[in-house]
């Protein structure tokens, strides 16, 4: 949009959050508040939004710098000292849109309206309201008709005023000019001792500015974070609008009560999640996939068709057709082909396995590299560690790993070769070749004397 900035306030601490992390970096559906607002933001297609740091500014300007500018506030003076950081920033011809980092749940439809409407009206400011049944700690928003007055902080309130249900949301539109001139005017006479951005409006109700109202339906949009409480409420909402943006889009989800949806993740139409399952970061999943029972899922492709339960996947890709638990935990690194079956108590790490093969019950897999159709008994182990170093495993095509087989890294297995089952092997296996590594069988008769 032309001639739009965007400002958002991100310096304060979060006392109350009680936390070394700076308020913002607290994470909703796996994903920072800022990261929330940014992404809200990045739809209204403005320039690169300019984001105010103070406290914690190191950790905060690590996560966002590529996507925006950085003004500082040194000492949090309140939300008006903010903005006077981030004026020479902004351009006088210009509107601007200001939001706190706190309010991840702001939708970038409502913004596009507040916009619409501050611009057709041409006015001087438009402030983002909303009605809440339980408005304690807001600012009160005191008005004549659809015109603004001014906003009171709950400190400052008076009984009569604590009662209004009209909050500010902390989302406005202003021009430049006329904020920065305000802005000039505004002191720290008030109980909290800090410039408060909302002062401006007495300013602008003096020179009889025209100052608009734009109240939002949804009441979830206001709630800014400033508790842990008020962050597990914010997460709740949030979980619910991912959902429901995918059952929209053709997910069948059984319970929507037990499943969890990071915001980033992506769904294809006709993936049905079962009960109990957590899908987090960027993780993908493709038509046709059946996740859960019990799933927890992190930065993953699962392909198209696949089937998994009862599991733990961290960073792995699990492509189509793949049947993965109970009980199975894919570790980062893990790469399966098309077709896979991993089964029950099997543990995967940094191992690729080629398309087909079979590792069904009771294995540790890691460091390997796994040929086509193979077949891998139950308890095999690659021993992959001496207490120094990992060292691979290669199992080539065709190979049959008799059951309970200890692999002793390095080691190769031929392709088509065998190994018998509760071997140890050190040594490399030439193609079709049998090894086998076992003592002789003892047979001591009569060993067991009867009982009297
Ligand atoms: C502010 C509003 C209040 C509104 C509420 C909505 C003021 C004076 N009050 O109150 O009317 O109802 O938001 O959530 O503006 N920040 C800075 N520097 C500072 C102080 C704050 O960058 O010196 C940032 C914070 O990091 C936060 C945002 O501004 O992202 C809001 O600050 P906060 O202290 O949470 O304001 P509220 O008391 O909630
Ligand atoms: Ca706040």
């Known amino acids: 949009m032309p001639n739009l900035a965007v400002v958002i306030m991100a310096a304060g601490k979060g006392t109350r959050m009680k936390s070394k992390l700076p308020k913002v970096m607290h994470k909703i559906a796996g994903k920072s508040l800022i990261e929330h607002v940014l992404d809200a933001v990045s739809q209204v297609g403005t320039e690169r939004p300019v984001v105010i740091l103070g406290y914690g500014r190191e950790t905060v300007e690590k996560l966002v710098s590529d996507r925006c500018q950085i003004a500082v506030q040194a000492e949090q003076l309140g939300t008006g ?20 980092g706190d309010q991840p749940l702001l939708k970038p439809e409502t913004l596009l309206e507040l916009i619409r409407l501050h611009r057709e009206h041409k006015a001087t400011a438009t402030v983002l309201t909303a009605m809440l049944n339980e408005p304690y700690g807001y600012g ?31 989302t406005y539109c202003f021009k430049v000019l006329e904020l920065k001139e305000a802005l000039s005017q505004i002191t720290p006479k008030n109980s909290q001792g800090e410039y408060y951005l909302t002062d401006v409006f007495n300013i602008f109700l003096a020179k009889a500015a ?21 962050l597990a409420e914010a997460e709740k909402i949030c979980y619910e609008r991912v959902r429901q943006h995918w059952m929209n889009e053709g997910v069948t989800i059984v319970d929507p009560a037990s499943t969890f949806i990071d915001d980033d993740v992506k769904l294809a139409p006709d993936v049905c999640l079962m009960p109990f399952t957590i899908i987090k970061s960027k993780t993908e999943i493709r038509e046709d996939a059946v996740i859960g029972p019990q799933v927890l899922i992190e930065s993953c492709i699962c392909g198209e068709g696949c089937e998994i339960n009862y599991t733990v996947a961290r960073e792995a890709v699990i492509s189509e057709g793949c049947k993965v638990g109970p009980y199975a ?12 079956k991993i089964g029950d108590f099997v543990e ?20 390997a ?4 159709s193979v077949n891998i008994g139950a308890g095999t182990i690659t021993c992959n560690y001496d207490g120094f170093k990992k060292s691979p ?34 040594e490399n296996v030439p193609a079709k070749a049998l090894a086998v590594e076992r003592s002789k069988q003892m047979i ?6 009867d009982k009297k």
Request: proline letters at 3%.
């Open 444 to 449: 001591k008769n009569q060993y067991v004397k």
């Open 348 to 367: 995967v790490k940094k191992s690729h396995i080629s398309a087909g093969t079979k590792i069904p019950h009771l294995s540790y897999i890691g460091d």
């Open 369 to 372: 590299e796994v040929g086509k």
């Open 210 to 230: 025209k100052v608009l109202i734009h109240c939002t339906l949804d009441s979830n949009e206001a709630l800014g974070i400033n508790s842990r409480s008020q």
């Open 329 to 340: 935990y894919l570790r980062p690194g893990t790469y399966l082909e098309a077709n896979v």
């Open 81 to 100: 000292h903010a903005i006077i950081q981030a004026l020479p920033y902004l351009d006088e011809k210009d509107d601007v849109i200001i939001l706190s």
């Open 393 to 426: 495993t290669k199992i080539c095509d065709h190979a049959f790993i008799g059951s309970n087989t200890n692999l002793v890294a390095p080691v190769e297995i031929g392709e088509g070769a065998v190994t018998g089952a509760g071997s140890t092997i050190t």
């Open 140 to 170: 009160r928003i005191i008005k004549n008709g659809q015109e603004l007055e001014r906003i009171v902080e709950e400190k400052d309130a008076a009984p009569e005023e604590r009662k209004i249900k009209e909050i500010n949301t902390g």
